[in-house]
């Protein structure tokens, strides 16, 4: 990709490479081991312009998302609790009722939409993710199986009409073509209706050196300020955002057509601190470069020191962060016996590229490993919680990010 996802421009500065990966949620099964597995570049550039932080190469979304997609939205506690608490917010916040659409791009199996549901408001699901649809579909959240597009919006808009809200959590990064998606957001929204997106922060990836939150789904690394100038072509604004802790720090912004609401002191807010940090200078950003080489050569170090005293370890849970982290660190089935899982979809399969079996998360405690790699280190207070046990029999958890430490 030689322009901005965003602005357009050629200004595109090259600062971090994570080599070549295949992608991150292509878990194979037994019988898929000596077919060609493909890898593609994993590399980011800042646009000097309007300061999006992108991926510099595109896989197809077809390749991504329509052959047996693995990933269900998060079925942890905390995951749970984030999309209820999302669900009422928004309905207290807009005053949604029964007479109010609420449409969910890449719903995924439903888990918000069931909440907006829950909290007396009709919903529709969008993803493109045949597999992922049924299992929405068995939750009784209606879904269409396609991308959101004109043929899509078209549908709904035959069958149910504008929506008050569109929500897109963890989708609106993975969009290639955003200058499409608009006009289609857009048509489908009522008057005063609002889009509302959450994504990690990109202040939040600096900080605390998240590289392994990079991988091909994620295609833009989203800040207030390219989002302001982005908006702006489409006649929208940001109105409000509001920061979370959930996937090691995102923010969830609310858009409508400019005019139609106040604007948050938040918004002006967020842009003097992402000013003041500097996230935009290069100086900045080869410094994390600096820091994630860092960090893979100590890990490393860390779980090759341990193997050679003879330790076992295993990882646990198997996000697609964690794939990008095994894949950039090499570490493969020679470090970690096995990846433990609690998802149906993932558990029996291999990781992409570095092929380390996944099991059940039975196995920690049945074979009771030395150690515990915790890949989605995001939910490392809840895993450890649940694990407690592994830990009183000895057991010890390594958490890989923002540096490595044994707990």
């Given at each position: 990709?030689?322009?901005?996802?965003?602005?357009?421009?050629?200004?595109?500065?090259?600062?971090?490479?994570?080599?070549?990966?295949?992608?991150?949620?292509?878990?194979?099964?037994?019988?898929?081991?000596?077919?060609?597995?493909?890898?593609?570049?994993?590399?980011?550039?800042m646009?000097?312009?309007?300061?999006?932080?992108?991926?510099?190469?595109?896989?197809?979304?077809?390749?991504?998302?329509r052959?047996?997609?693995?990933?269900?939205?998060?079925?942890?506690?905390?995951?749970?609790?984030?999309?209820?608490?999302?669900?009422?917010?928004?309905?207290?916040?807009?005053?949604?009722?029964?007479?109010?659409?609420?449409?969910?791009?890449?719903?995924?199996?439903?888990?918000?939409?069931?909440?907006?549901?829950?909290?007396g408001?009709?919903v529709?699901?969008?993803?493109?993710?045949?597999n992922?649809?049924?299992?929405?579909?068995?939750?009784?959240?209606?879904?269409i199986?396609?991308?959101?597009?004109?043929?899509?919006?078209?549908?709904?808009?035959?069958?149910?009409?504008?929506?008050?809200?569109?929500?897109?959590?963890?989708?609106?990064?993975?969009?290639?073509?955003?200058?499409?998606?608009?006009?289609?957001?857009?048509?489908?929204?009522?008057?005063?209706?609002?889009?509302?997106?959450?994504?990690?922060?990109?202040?939040?990836?600096?900080?605390?050196?998240?590289?392994?939150?990079?991988?091909?789904?994620?295609?833009?690394?989203?800040s207030?300020k390219?989002?302001?100038?982005?908006?702006?072509?489409?006649?929208?604004e940001?109105?409000?955002?509001?920061?979370?802790?959930?996937?090691?720090?995102?923010?969830?912004?609310?858009?409508?057509?400019?005019?139609?609401?106040?604007?948050?002191?938040?918004?002006?807010?967020?842009?003097?601190?992402?000013?003041?940090?500097?996230?935009?200078?290069?100086?900045?950003?080869?410094?994390?470069?600096?820091?994630?080489?860092?960090?893979?050569?100590?890990?490393?170090?860390?779980?090759?020191?341990?193997?050679?005293?003879?330790?076992?370890?295993?990882?646990?849970?198997?996000?697609?962060?964690?794939?990008?982290?095994?894949?950039?660190?090499?570490?493969?089935?020679?470090?970690?016996?096995?990846?433990?899982?609690?998802?149906?979809?993932k558990?029996?399969?291999?990781?992409?590229?570095?092929?380390?079996?996944?099991?059940?998360?039975?196995?920690?405690?049945?074979?009771?490993?030395?150690?515990?790699?915790?890949?989605?280190?995001?939910?490392?207070?809840?895993?450890?919680?649940?694990?407690?046990?592994?830990?009183?029999?000895?057991?010890?958890?390594?958490?890989?990010?923002?540096?490595?430490?044994?707990?």
């Amino acid at each position: 990709m030689y322009t901005c996802r965003m602005c357009r421009s050629r200004n595109l500065y090259l600062f971090l490479d994570l080599g070549f990966s295949p992608p991150a949620d292509q878990f194979r099964r037994k019988e898929q081991m000596k077919e060609q597995e493909i890898y593609y570049p994993l590399e980011i550039k800042m646009c000097d312009d309007c300061g999006l932080a992108q991926l510099t190469y595109v896989v197809s979304p077809e390749t991504l998302y329509r052959n047996d997609y693995p990933y269900e939205s998060s079925i942890t506690k905390t995951g749970h609790a984030h999309w209820d608490s999302f669900a009422k917010e928004v309905v207290g916040k807009f005053g949604l009722g029964k007479q109010d659409l609420v449409v969910d791009i890449g719903s995924n199996v439903g888990v918000l939409l069931e909440a907006f549901k829950n909290s007396g408001v009709s919903v529709q699901g969008v993803d493109p993710a045949a597999n992922i649809v049924m299992l929405a579909q068995k939750r009784g959240i209606d879904t269409i199986c396609d991308f959101f597009n004109a043929e899509s919006v078209d549908k709904i808009l035959e069958d149910k009409g504008k929506a008050s809200v569109i929500t897109g959590t963890n989708v609106f990064a993975h969009i290639d073509d955003l200058h499409l998606l608009m006009p289609n957001i857009k048509r489908m929204l009522k008057k005063k209706g609002v889009f509302i997106f959450e994504a990690p922060y990109f202040v939040n990836l600096l900080k605390t050196i998240q590289y392994d939150t990079v991988y091909h789904e994620h295609l833009s690394y989203l800040s207030v300020k390219p989002l302001i100038s982005f908006l702006a072509q489409h006649n929208m604004e940001i109105i409000d955002i509001q920061l979370a802790d959930i996937h090691g720090g995102s923010f969830r912004v609310y858009v409508s057509d400019k005019g139609n609401y106040p604007v948050s002191g938040i918004v002006k807010n967020l842009l003097d601190e992402e000013n003041a940090m500097g996230i935009y200078s290069h100086a900045t950003l080869d410094k994390f470069s600096d820091q994630v080489k860092i960090n893979r050569a100590e890990l490393t170090w860390l779980l090759h020191s341990l193997k050679r005293e003879g330790k076992s370890i295993v990882g646990v849970s198997a996000p697609a962060k964690g794939m990008t982290l095994l894949n950039y660190c090499r570490i493969g089935p020679e470090i970690l016996d096995v990846v433990t899982e609690k998802s149906i979809l993932k558990i029996g399969r291999y990781t992409p590229g570095m092929h380390i079996p996944v099991v059940p998360d039975d196995y920690l405690l049945e074979k009771q490993p030395d150690y515990a790699l915790l890949l989605a280190w995001n939910f490392a207070e809840e895993i450890m919680k649940n694990l407690d046990e592994y830990r009183k029999l000895g057991g010890k958890f390594i958490i890989p990010i923002p540096m490595p430490k044994v707990v």
